[in-house]
């Protein structure tokens, strides 16, 4: 995962929309991409893989519904969440204070702690990803993987390589999930049935419904790319066409890699092969693709753990430093969130799938606060957008987002818990 660029100098002017006007045709497609790139590879990691394996495996083809709707409120919420940072040309956190002075330290904290839980989880992935490549113990593995990254950070040629890694990696991952959903001949008439039917909602279902909204666009990942895109120079109302399609296709692209793995998944559990209970995604690598297929998934779920580490780790950091804080101070702290992530997850011996299915939970419980704040700078505070007029229509699809949001989080709170109990 690419590292986001420093935030330009007058990011927090009062009248930030023509903070783009600078930048060429070429220039701007290249920011956006890379906005969007950092969106989908914050939610597609170890996470991403681990929690919808294990919601295939639980639920079978009724998890479509889950999909589906999950789906929808992701693309709700990222229209907004865009479009309000990239008009305003301030991070989520500024706007926060800008409404209620203190308010952005709050959601600084809330980040903060969310992307800590994830970060652990995405240090169990490093150990799930060791362990299906060279059948490494999980915990040591995770271990390792964290002093690697660690090292990687450090290095100051790590953002352009691995910018290219996570390129390369991402499209064996993409071919692999692709071939595996075709081998693994999975129910798809019975999955686009079960996409519609609301008769399945119970609370297993909203405890999926959390787990993916928090994994796509709960906690940190709900700002990665449009704090990205503002750190790039893309903002102002001159830029609302290419903000809003590029919001919308980076959900897309998450959207299409749950449907791929959902596929893969419930074609070998509706084959009648029994995935156990840790690590199934990788049983279901393999019980489709044999033992290559297995090692393959090793590298490919490491690799995406390893960059989400790494992302988690900066994004997270950046909540609680200013624009002005020194590189090196940066560095020094991006390094004891990584190491504190990973002493807890040692500490903790959570179960690694555990862990990945209660970050995304628990980072669904973060969404409705800070998407609270942006939906009322989209409703009352005109003057922190230049006086950019907001659409009432795309307000109202915010709130609606925003209200099911608070659903699913309050449903789920409970079965969340449980995951820890006994």
């Known amino acids: ?40 590879t914050s939610a597609i990691g170890p996470g991403f893989i681990t929690q919808t394996s294990t ?54 904290a809330l980040v903060f702690i969310g992307g800590m839980v994830f970060n652990i989880g995405n240090i169990a992935g490093t150990g799930l990803g060791l362990n299906a490549m060279l059948g490494a113990d999980a915990l040591i593995g995770g271990a390792v993987s964290a002093l690697i990254a660690i090292a990687i950070f450090l290095s100051k040629r790590a ?23 075709i081998v693994s001949n999975p129910p798809v008439g019975e999955a686009l ?27 940190y990942i709900t700002y990665a790319g449009a704090h990205r895109m503002i750190d790039s120079g893309v903002s102002g109302v001159d830029s609302v066409k290419s903000i809003t399609n590029s919001s919308v296709l980076s959900i897309i692209i ?21 995935l156990g209970t840790t690590n199934q995604a990788a049983h279901a690598f393999q019980a489709a693709a044999g033992e290559v ?36 101070t940066r560095n020094l702290l991006t390094v004891g969130f990584i190491v504190v992530c990973a002493v807890l997850y040692l500490v903790l011996r959570q ?37 950019y007029r907001y659409p009432v229509w795309l307000i109202a699809v915010g709130v609606l987002a925003w209200l099911l949001s608070v659903f699913i989080a309050v449903r789920a709170f409970q079965p969340m818990l449980q995951l820890f109990a006994g």
């Open 1 to 40: 995962m690419a590292h986001p660029a420093p935030a330009p100098q007058g990011t927090t002017q009062s009248t930030p929309a023509q903070g783009s006007t600078a930048l060429s045709s070429p220039q701007r497609r290249t920011a956006l991409l890379g906005a969007m790139f950092l969106m989908a």
């Open 55 to 108: 919601f295939t495996v639980q639920l079978g083809a009724a998890f479509a519904l889950a999909i589906l709707v999950s789906i929808l409120i992701d693309i709700a919420v990222q229209m907004n969440v865009w479009r309000v940072i990239g008009v305003a040309g301030l991070r989520a956190q500024e706007l926060a204070n800008r409404v209620l002075p203190g308010l952005g330290w709050l959601l600084s």
């Open 159 to 181: 953002g352009a390589a691995l910018d290219r890694i996570v390129v390369i990696l991402g499209a064996l991952m993409i071919a692999l999930m692709l071939y595996v959903a």
């Open 193 to 219: 049935t079960q996409s519609v039917n609301v008769g399945n909602l119970d609370q297993s279902m909203f405890l999926a419904l959390a787990t993916l909204v928090g994994g796509t666009v709960g906690g």
């Open 254 to 274: 998450t959207g299409l890699m749950r449907v791929l793995l959902f596929l893969a998944v419930l074609g070998v559990v509706a084959s009648g092969a029994d």
């Open 293 to 328: 297929g297995l090692r393959m998934f090793g590298v490919i779920f490491w690799a995406a753990a390893l960059t989400s580490v790494i992302g988690a780790s900066y994004t997270s950091v950046s909540f609680i430093t200013k624009s002005t804080t020194s590189d090196r």
């Open 351 to 387: 179960a690694p799938t555990t862990l990945l299915v209660f970050a995304g939970a628990f980072n669904a419980l973060i969404l409705p606060v800070g998407f609270a704040v942006l939906l009322i700078v989209a409703a009352f505070r005109r003057d922190l957008m230049g006086g």
